[in-house]
């Protein structure tokens, strides 16, 4: 009788690591004495999907406390988006600017 050699299998439970969601960036707008708020009422709405009341509240924060936050995305969107607000801007000769910061 031949001898048989079992092995023993061995089964390794590989746990894979969930994948990390994408770091999360603010688009904010900053203030200055020259845009009109209406512009700035109309970017935010243009861009950022915001309801009319939803841009004002946003707008009045710009204004009052010299920032506020349109939005948190992915890098990539939030890059986007910031250059799409940069470029409109400027075609209409207002000198707003918009940023991104790490959520």
Known sequence: MANTKHQDSVISETRT???KPPSMYKV???NDDYTP?????????RFFGKTREQATQI???VHTE???VCGVYPHGIAETKMNQVMNYAQQHQH???CVM???
């Open 17 to 19: 690591a969930k994948p």
């Open 37 to 45: 708020m209406e512009f700035v009422v109309e970017v935010i709405q």
């Open 28 to 30: 904010i707008l900053l």
């Open 101 to 103: 910061e790490i959520a």
């Open 95 to 97: 000198p707003l600017q």
């Open 66 to 68: 010299g920032a506020g």
């Open 59 to 61: 707008m009045l924060k």
